[in-house]
Structures are given as structure tokens and as C-alpha cells.
Nanobody
Framework: QAQLVESGGGSVQAGGSLRLSCEGS????????MGWFREAPGKGREGVAS???????MYSDSVKGRFTISKGSAKNSLYLEMNNLKPEDTGMYYC??????????????????WGQGTQVTVSS
């Protein structure tokens, strides 16, 4: 079974930056699509950014211009560069992946593989 492991979360002040990483491991699975979701306290899971095998990238409107998603040189590795962070960016961030062509607007139920999450806290 493939596994996703996130790292890089933490606490920053508004206007600060963080870089999240995700590494896929375990039984080899080819991930056509990878992305990031987040979940704020009391809210549902929200798609943040996605990238597929054709390098098609999508962002939610709330992070466009501030966040950058990219793939690493290692297979099934993923990054999320987050700049100009705001308090409303606070939440648990999850790395997601799937063998199908999906995007940030596909909804959380569509994605098969999920990491355990990494906490991001932005204070004002």
C-alpha cells in the first residue's frame, strides 16, 4: 500500500512563509495526480492546489498568487511553497494523490491516497 508522508508545517506570523513537503513511499503506485487539501477547525476539507502528470496546475482562489505547488525530482514527491500567509490559512494540511486525472476541484472524496497531515498555524 502506498503511503504519503507530509512535513514542514509549523507556526508563523501573518505575512510569513512555510514550505510543505510530501514523500510517497511503500508499494510502488504511479500517481497521475497529486495535490494539497486543508481542513480548518469546524470546516470541511478544502482543495488548495493540484498538479497532474501533464503538469496541469490548479489553485483555489483563496491561495492563488501566494502558494506554489511543485513536484520534486524524486518520484511521487510534492511541495507547497506558501508565502504571505494569513490567519485564515490555519489548518491541517494533507497531501493527496490518485492514479486518476483529478484536480483541486474534484472534491476530497475523489482522492484515494491521503497523508496523515501537518499542522499550519498563522497568528495575526
Amino acid at each position: 500500500q502506498a503511503q504519503l508522508v507530509e512535513s514542514g508545517g509549523g507556526s508563523v506570523q501573518a505575512g510569513g512563509s512555510l514550505r510543505l513537503s510530501c514523500e510517497g513511499s511503500g508499494y510502488f503506485v504511479y500517481f497521475y495526480s497529486m495535490g494539497w487539501f486543508r481542513e480548518a477547525p469546524g470546516k470541511g476539507r478544502e482543495g488548495v492546489a493540484s498538479i497532474d502528470a501533464q503538469s496541469t496546475i490548479m489553485y483555489s482562489d483563496s491561495v492563488k498568487g501566494r502558494f506554489t505547488i511543485s513536484k520534486g525530482s524524486a518520484k511521487n514527491s510534492l511541495y507547497l511553497e506558501m508565502n504571505n500567509l494569513k490567519p485564515e490559512d490555519t489548518g491541517m494540511y494533507y497531501c493527496v494523490a490518485d492514479t486518476a486525472k483529478l484536480s483541486v476541484v474534484s472534491g476530497p472524496a475523489k482522492w484515494t491516497y491521503w497523508g496523515q497531515g501537518t499542522q499550519v498555524t498563522v497568528s495575526s
